[in-house]
């Protein structure tokens, strides 16, 4: 009964739909595309990905999403005890800023973990420092950490290693760079496997 009561909403909805479409209600005409702006358009159809943060530097300086404006944003989470996709990420991102010479000034790449329990500011320091001297390490509370990962769409979770101690983990994570605009507007993303060399030429594009 349910079901022949919907089938038949459908059809009528399908009929309604063709007679509209036959007088011309349902297809848009070029002139009304044009009237909405092309970037309205965009950002009502893209998620959004970035926005503000609130978190503390390698120095243990609180910093927010504010501080980098006027500066590009190469964004990536982690967390120091990464046994391979983090070194072999930020390696990658290094590489490309040594590729990027004295433009590499105008980027602020951050790196930003999803184990603060582990990662306190000094960890986080000595650890980005053994990849490239501008990379700048965040942490934060758990809470700030998982406001900044939801904002840019980051997935984490901890997984205790068996027979282990409580410290004994490691951090599943989403491995992806982001780039941000020096309005902290969403730019581009990098894969895990996107080369230096793709990575600077892209950044190029932009700077
Ligand atoms: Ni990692």
Redesign the pocket.
């Known amino acids: 009964m349910r079901f022949s009561a919907l089938a038949r909403w459908g059809i009528l909805g399908v009929v309604v739909i063709a007679i509209s479409a036959a007088l011309g209600f349902y297809v848009h005409t070029p002139s009304e595309v044009d009237l909405v702006p092309a970037r309205a358009q965009q950002s009502a159809e893209a998620p959004t990905i970035g926005g503000p943060f609130t978190l503390l530097d390698h120095d243990g300086k609180t910093v927010t999403d504010q501080d980098f404006r006027g500066r590009f944003m190469l964004v990536f989470f982690?967390?120091t005890y990464?046994?391979?996709?983090?070194?072999t990420?930020l390696t990658t991102i290094a590489e490309a800023l040594d590729m990027l010479g004295k433009d590499a000034g105008k980027i602020a790449p951050l790196f930003v973990t999803?184990d603060p329990e582990r990662d306190t500011p000094e960890q986080m320091k000595m650890y980005v420092g053994h990849f490239h001297p501008s990379i700048i390490g965040l942490t934060g509370s758990l809470d700030q950490i998982d406001r900044a990962a939801r904002g840019y769409r980051v997935y984490y979770a901890k997984v205790m290693e068996e027979d282990g101690g409580a410290d004994d983990y490691l951090?599943d994570?989403t491995?992806i760079t982001y780039l941000m605009g020096p309005d902290g507007e969403f730019r581009a993303f990098f894969s895990h496997d996107t080369t230096p060399q793709e990575i600077a030429q892209r950044l190029r594009e932009f700077l």
Do not use: Q, T
Request: proline share 15%; glycine share 8%; hydrophobic share 40%.
């Open positions: 982690g967390f990464c046994p391979d996709v983090c070194p990420s999803v951090m994570h491995a």
